[in-house]
């Protein structure tokens, strides 16, 4: 049975860092295009950063390149987004989602599969 976790989400100041994991349970995570996005009051979706199962090439919004880091733990079938430099824009909840491709990944409506999200607080 397919279960998606993530982990990792809290209060920081900004400037601070924060690592979130998402952890697939019952499948695969290297085997599927994992995304990262997220949702915050009153804001559109975002997608925030993508990893691609088959070769490991990762993708960023470009309000985010620089400043996060996505990555897999294939033992551990885990996808890692470091966050450093947090913005106050950079709240919300955090969701995993996976998909066979990473074609218009920054769409969420393309993703069917997803985990219960982590509230992420950047405060001033």
């Known amino acids: 049975q397919w279960h998606i976790v993530e982990r990792g989400g809290g209060r920081v100041h900004t400037g601070g860092s924060l690592t979130l994991s998402c952890t697939g349970n019952?499948?695969?995570?290297?085997?599927?295009?994992t995304v990262w996005f997220r949702e915050a009051p009153g804001k559109a979706w975002e997608g925030v950063s993508a990893i691609r199962g088959s070769d490991g090439a990762t993708d960023y919004r470009p309000s985010v390149k620089g400043r996060f880091t996505i990555s897999r733990d294939t033992v551990k079938n885990m996808v890692l987004l470091q966050m450093n430099n947090l913005r106050l824009e950079d709240s919300g909840i955090y969701y995993c989602?996976?998909?066979?491709?990473?074609?218009?990944?920054?769409?969420?409506?393309?993703?069917?599969?997803w985990g219960r999200g982590t509230q992420v607080t950047v405060a001033s």
């Open positions: 989602a996976v998909e066979a491709t990473c074609d218009n990944w920054l769409t969420e409506t393309q993703f069917n599969r």
């Open positions: 019952g499948f695969t995570l290297e085997d599927y295009c």
